[in-house]
């Protein structure tokens, strides 16, 4: 034994003893404040990866239902709001009818057309600022607007069902504004998860994007050019699966399948697996 430790002093038994207990008690006091801050459930899970990714393309692909149904019966766009910008200045100026017949005009009326792109900003200003709070990535955040869209969906499609907006003309505002808001919630959820391949309500862009991809012929498939083609493919099936159902069974069918799209959306989400790491975008 050298000097030196000969030298230092010992602990005793009760000043270990001591120590163990601040220990204990340090311990004790990260699992009150643990306590305090909630126990983790499962709608408070981030969720991300590819089941996100699956759930938005169902959700694009019951965008395409409803985009057919809504222009289809009313002439007016729910989600895709380029059109309806410029149908509504055409329309207020009065361009729209000055070059045919008027028997040949069958512009929607300017209370449609604006009061849907109205509701549409309104609902996706509403939805993304709470997001933001709430977080967008949370499955409880996804739930609850998933359930305000299906039960709007269920809600135009059961008055128009029976017969309750039949009419024609301004009632129509009724159900493109109610259209409107379920386009809003639902483009704005999908531009703040992250996932930019996946808009779920427009064309043009992704179309462009997916053209001009560097790796759009490489030979080992990168995973964004296939989720860009999948989500084309898909919007596109929606238009036609929506005009088939609008054409022989009328806009309420059409409606009905859209509630049940977002039905099924509303179960995937509920038992996809939580993202393990927890960031600032569900990418």
């Given at each position: 034994?050298?000097?030196?430790?000969?030298?230092a002093?010992?602990?005793?038994?009760?000043e270990?003893?001591?120590?163990?207990?601040?220990?204990?008690?340090?311990?004790?006091?990260?699992?009150?404040?643990?306590?305090?801050?909630?126990?983790?459930?499962?709608?408070?899970?981030?969720?991300?990866?590819?089941?996100?990714?699956?759930?938005?393309?169902?959700?694009?692909?019951?965008?395409?239902?409803?985009?057919a149904?809504?222009?289809?019966?009313?002439?007016?766009?729910?989600?895709?709001?380029?059109?309806?910008?410029?149908?509504?200045?055409?329309?207020?100026?009065?361009?729209?009818?000055?070059?045919?017949?008027?028997?040949?005009?069958?512009?929607?009326?300017?209370?449609?057309?604006?009061?849907?792109?109205?509701?549409?900003?309104?609902?996706?200003?509403?939805?993304?600022?709470?997001?933001?709070?709430?977080?967008?990535?949370?499955?409880?955040?996804?739930?609850?607007?998933?359930?305000?869209?299906?039960?709007l969906?269920?809600?135009?499609?059961?008055?128009?069902?029976?017969?309750?907006?039949?009419?024609?003309?301004q009632?129509?505002?009724?159900?493109?504004?109610?259209?409107?808001?379920?386009?809003?919630?639902?483009?704005?959820?999908?531009?703040?998860?992250?996932?930019?391949?996946?808009?779920?309500?427009?064309?043009?862009?992704?179309?462009?994007?997916?053209?001009?991809?560097?790796?759009?012929?490489?030979?080992?498939?990168?995973?964004?050019?296939?989720?860009?083609?999948?989500?084309?493919?898909?919007?596109?099936?929606?238009?036609?699966?929506?005009?088939?159902?609008?054409?022989?069974?009328?806009?309420?069918?059409?409606?009905?399948?859209?509630f049940?799209?977002?039905?099924?959306?509303?179960?995937?989400?509920?038992?996809?697996?939580?993202?393990?790491?927890?960031?600032?975008?569900?990418?």
């Open positions: 034994m050298s000097k030196d430790d000969k030298l002093p010992r602990e005793a038994p009760h270990l003893a001591m120590t163990n207990s601040d220990n204990s008690d340090s311990d004790d006091r990260h699992s009150d404040h643990d306590a305090q801050q909630g126990p983790r459930t499962r709608l408070t899970d981030t969720l991300g990866g590819g089941w996100l990714e699956a759930q938005l393309l169902l959700t694009t692909l019951a965008t395409g239902v409803l985009d149904v809504s222009f289809g019966e009313y002439a007016v766009f729910a989600s895709n709001q380029t059109g309806n910008v410029i149908l509504l200045p055409a329309h207020a100026i009065g361009l729209v009818g000055k070059y045919r017949p008027p028997a040949l005009v069958t512009a929607p009326p300017l209370l449609s057309t604006g009061l849907s792109l109205v509701f549409f900003l309104l609902c996706a200003f509403i939805s993304g600022q709470i997001g933001a709070r709430v977080g967008h990535c949370r499955r409880g955040w996804f739930l609850t607007t998933g359930v305000i869209q299906a039960g969906l269920l809600l135009v499609a059961t008055l128009t069902v029976t017969g309750v907006l039949e009419s024609r003309g009632a129509n505002a009724i159900p493109v504004s109610l259209l409107a808001t379920v386009g809003g919630l639902q483009v704005s959820l999908a531009r703040c998860s992250g996932i930019q391949e996946v808009p779920t309500a427009m064309l043009t862009g992704p179309m462009v994007d997916f053209l001009t991809l560097p790796t759009l012929f490489s030979l080992k498939a990168p995973h964004t050019r296939d989720l860009r083609a999948l989500y084309l493919l898909l919007f596109v099936l929606g238009i036609v699966l929506g005009s088939l159902a609008h054409s022989f069974s009328g806009p309420a069918a059409a409606m009905y399948l859209g049940g799209l977002r039905c099924i959306g509303i179960v995937v989400l509920w038992f996809q697996p939580a993202k393990k790491q927890a960031t600032g975008r569900c990418a």
